[in-house]
């Protein structure tokens, strides 16, 4: 016996050690040593534009270009690269179409602008040279000094934009994104049972919190957010919210730390681990910064995106009573509002670690349906894998009887959320939006978009709550909820390959528009896209109730910008044991139902509860 004792603790030593010495790629990135740091190399002295024909990137391997970025059309693929003189003229020696965007990147920033606001264009030319534009974005090219006066006027215009990073990604066809699975062939009856936990009432709460609708509880202080603008010093207490947030409902949680040139920031994350391949992770969640035209006083930010966030919190908050297969990890990013620097700096981390990233969800504005037709944008761009992952959500919604008029949008597709950042890095990612650009669907708006006056009041909480019910029964079927799991405790430091079986039957069949601008594709199973402004009185605003939150210590004060002496990255605390399940608050299923009954909930019978809340064991620090 008491040798048993001593193997055991020779072998718990010697896996601590292993775990010190390097860290398995699917634990949380802030378990690496250093800041995910953007912008850490340089741009090629010439910025190019080239347009290979398939088989032509062969020619390209071993000289010395660096990819910048990815340019979607319906006709295919063109990159945006940078490369030294000589490399550019090797590139057109080679026979593939080459373009000079700009002949010297020295002490220049580059960001794509979305094209499609009326001021966009003459805003973009005052700050800057305009270096590419197509329908949908330019690319607009600064000198560095100048970074923070576009930073401080397209956005705060209702103009999104994207930064163009220097940092080389990989080579477009090196990696490619693994189908996602999709596991069931019907709906699951537990997951259809935890749809109406999802209410209107919850997601309500966590927008007024977050939208300064009335004070939230930080660490024992009384705190209401005027604004979340990645610049102001209140993110700090947006991204201690949302940490705050995850760990009193026992998730392992942590901050992955970025820096981009002379910046800093926060994002948040927090699992639910995996228990038979924990390093297969699937990611769901949506940006917690805001913006506004008075950015350092007033950015509700409700439905941008208070109610991508909120409905990211939610689901985490009903998915944490159950196993799954895979890891779930809901990711929380700053900087989106200044170019999605949170996000590509946590997606470049990832792609260095080697991680096993399935595949991103990003809900960012899923608050505005003013006409109430229910009308989705699902953002998928070309690449198959993220089609394949869409696809899952749009399965989701018709067998679960969400009725979202979904609109799937590929080749017009918008690079302006940080879905973006996961395709850099051939992750598979889609984004969720509220029906915001104007195609085959004409667009219903948000006219309060980065404004002061994007409030709690004016989103449509009934449609984040479907939207969100959506999400939650795409990623429980994604990741593997149920049952008769089988933990396999073999984590080493690398990372297996994928062992599944693709078993996705869904076929696309988008079609394309008469004006051949837009590809659309409603519900293949035959959802009925409803009349436009049909006729569903907004939700009435319910009553705020105040969550009973649990203080703890504070860290160390840290923003954003400018970057100061840093704090040592924080360890992932070990998950305290799930505290018991808040049953009273919740409407019944019943309730829900009366309330809407357009959108019965599956015929299933009333599930048992097999899966208690047991979480994984922590590996050892
Ligand atoms: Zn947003």
């Known amino acids: 016996m008491r040798r048993h004792r001593h193997v055991a603790l020779v072998l718990s030593i010697a896996l601590w050690l292993s775990l010190v010495a390097a860290p398995p790629a699917w634990l949380p990135a802030s378990a690496a040593e250093k800041p995910a740091r953007l912008d850490a190399a340089a741009f090629g002295r010439r910025l190019l534009l080239i347009a290979p024909e398939p088989g032509q990137l062969d020619a390209l ?35 593939i179409p080459v373009e000079v965007l700009d002949a010297d990147t020295r002490g220049q920033v580059y960001y794509f602008v979305d094209a499609r606001p009326p001021e966009a264009r003459t805003l973009a030319a005052r700050l800057g040279r305009i270096l590419y ?71 309500s709460n966590l927008i007024a919190d977050l939208s300064g609708e009335r004070p939230t509880d930080i660490d024992g202080r009384s705190v209401t957010f005027y604004t979340r603008y990645t610049f102001s010093g209140q993110i700090v207490d947006a991204q201690r919210y949302v940490y705050q947030f995850f760990t009193n409902r026992g998730l392992p949680t942590s901050y992955v730390d970025w820096t981009y040139a002379n910046y800093s920031g926060r994002n948040v994350v927090a699992d639910i681990r995996g228990v038979v391949h924990p390093e ?8 917690f910064d ?115 008029r979904i609109e799937l949008k590929q080749g017009t597709t918008s690079r302006f959320s940080d879905h973006s950042s996961f395709w850099d890095y051939g992750y598979a990612a889609f984004l969720v939006l509220e029906n915001y650009t104007d195609d085959t669907i004409p667009s219903d708006r948000n006219p309060w978009y980065h404004t002061t006056g994007d409030l709690l009041s004016r989103v449509n909480l009934e449609y984040v709550t479907h939207t969100a019910r959506a999400a939650l ?7 593997g909820i149920g049952a008769n799991l089988t933990p396999t405790p073999t984590v080493t430091g690398a990372v297996p ?23 659309e594709r409603v519900n293949k199973e035959g959802s009925r896209p409803r009349a436009r402004g049909a006729s569903r009185s907004p939700p009435p605003r319910p009553a705020i109730s105040r969550p009973r939150l649990t203080r ?6 840290w923003g954003c910008c400018p970057l100061g002496p840093r704090p040592s990255p924080r360890r992932v605390r070990a998950a305290p044991p799930c505290p018991p399940r808040p049953r009273s608050p919740r409407p019944s ?4 139902s009366s309330a809407r009954p357009r959108r019965p909930a599956p015929a299933t019978p009333p599930p048992t509860r097999p899966s208690a809340c047991r979480p994984a064991p922590q590996p050892p620090r």
């Open 133 to 203: 534009a197509d329908t949908g974005q330019l690319l607009l090219a600064a000198q560095a000094e100048d970074e923070p006066a576009l930073l401080a006027t397209l956005p705060t215009r209702g103009i999104p934009i994207a930064l163009l990073a220097a940092d080389p990604l990989p080579l477009p066809d090196q990696t490619p994104s693994p189908p996602a699975p999709v596991r069931a062939a019907a709906a699951d009856p537990l997951i259809a049972s935890l749809l109406p936990e999802v209410t209107p009432t919850d997601i």
């Open 61 to 95: 391997r071993g000289l010395p270009v660096s990819f910048h970025a990815t340019l979607y059309s319906d006709t295919g693929e063109r990159y945006v690269t940078s490369a030294d003189a000589s490399t550019a003229g090797q590139i057109a020696a080679a026979g």
């Open 473 to 479: 029964a795409t990623i429980a079927e994604l990741a």
């Open 589 to 592: 299923p019943s309730a829900i």
């Open 552 to 557: 703890e210590p504070a860290p160390p004060a």
């Open 290 to 404: 805001s913006i506004s035209d008075d950015p350092y006083n007033r950015a509700p930010g409700a439905d941008d995106n208070g109610s991508g966030a909120a409905a990211t919190m939610v689901i985490a908050d009903i998915l944490r009573h159950y196993q799954f297969a895979d890891t779930i990890r809901f990711v929380h990013f700053s900087g989106e509002e200044q170019g999605m620097w949170g996000s590509k700096a946590y997606a470049q981390a990832l792609s260095g670690q080697g991680a096993q990233v399935m595949g991103y969800i990003d809900l960012d504005m899923i608050g505005w349906d003013s006409d109430h037709d229910d009308t989705v944008e699902l953002h998928a761009g070309a690449r198959s894998g993220s089609n394949t992952l869409a696809s899952t959500f749009i399965t989701a919604n018709t067998r679960y009887g969400q009725e979202l």
């Open 280 to 287: 297969r992770i699937w990611l769901i969640g949506g940006h």
């Open 497 to 519: 390959a994928p062992t599944w079986t693709p078993t996705a039957t869904w076929t696309p069949t988008a079609t394309t528009s008469p004006a051949g601008q837009c590809v």
